[in-house]
């Protein structure tokens, strides 16, 4: 299966650089998935959860706040204001997942997709 490169930067730093199979984004308008090959867009991101499949077939999710995404044809740039990589590779998921959600819950955005972010962030504990 075709991938693309997908970018995560903060203003503090690359959270995430890869490859993937399947990208979806906490719009602003609602989620939508990105696969290679989408068509050219910019879009306004919400609080919320990206999820990444990767080229290797494993699941990355990252806590968002806010930001933008770029999508072309091969590439996918998010851009945004905080973001927080949920993975317990480092055996530090508890502590990951309560990072991802305080950091949802200061997002200045409505209280319903606070709350929606926040479940999903905690039902990822149950994929673990």
């Known amino acids: 299966m075709k991938s693309m490169k997908l970018e995560i930067v903060t203003p503090n730093g690359l959270i995430y650089d890869g490859e993937a199979k399947m990208v979806t984004l906490p719009g602003k308008e609602g989620e939508f998935g990105v696969l290679p090959e989408h068509a050219s867009l910019v879009s306004l991101l919400d609080a919320g959860v990206i999820t990444v499949e990767t080229s290797a077939g494993k699941e990355i999710m990252v806590?968002?706040?806010?930001?933008?995404?770029?999508?072309?044809?091969?590439?996918?740039?998010?851009?945004?204001?905080?973001?927080?990589?949920?993975?317990?590779?480092?055996?530090?998921?508890?502590?990951?997942?309560?990072?991802?959600?305080?950091?949802?819950?200061?997002?200045?955005?409505?209280?319903?997709?606070?709350?929606?972010a926040v479940s999903k962030v905690e039902s990822i504990k149950k994929s673990y």
């Open 63 to 116: 806590a968002i706040n806010q930001g933008y995404v770029k999508v072309d044809e091969g590439k996918v740039s998010c851009i945004v204001d905080g973001a927080v990589l949920i993975s317990d590779e480092d055996g530090q998921l508890a502590e990951r997942m309560s990072e991802a959600k305080e950091l949802l819950k200061k997002a200045q955005t409505s209280d319903m997709v606070i709350a929606t």
